[in-house]
């Protein structure tokens, strides 16, 4: 075996290792869905999840017809173009 850590130690670093991975309390991660045809994520998960869902052919008015393969991606904070 390695070195072992007293309880407190122990989560002392899960918070630690915690806080430099995992989004704050609060943030929404930001999730590209291509081939979403309803945006599952968008509409059903809203609270957990920043939502961009693509699709060739949606079926709800939240997903940008878009075709994945063609996609010509920005840099940030760039304005969105549509053919």
């Known amino acids: 075996g390695g070195p072992t850590l007293e309880a407190e ?3 002392d670093f899960v918070q630690q290792v915690a806080a ?3 989004h704050p ?3 929404r991660l930001q999730l590209l869905d291509v081939g979403s045809c309803s ?5 059903v ?3 957990r999840f920043e939502v961009l ?3 060739l052919a949606p079926a709800h008015e ?5 075709d994945f393969l063609e996609l010509e991606v920005g840099c ?3 304005a969105v173009r549509r053919s």
């Open 45 to 47: 998960h809203n609270d």
């Open 76 to 78: 940030p904070g760039t």
């Open 62 to 66: 939240s997903v940008e017809a878009c």
């Open 39 to 43: 945006n599952y994520f968008g509409l």
């Open 53 to 55: 869902a693509l699709d």
């Open 9 to 11: 130690s122990w989560a």
């Open 25 to 27: 309390l609060g943030t």
């Open 20 to 22: 430099e991975v995992l």
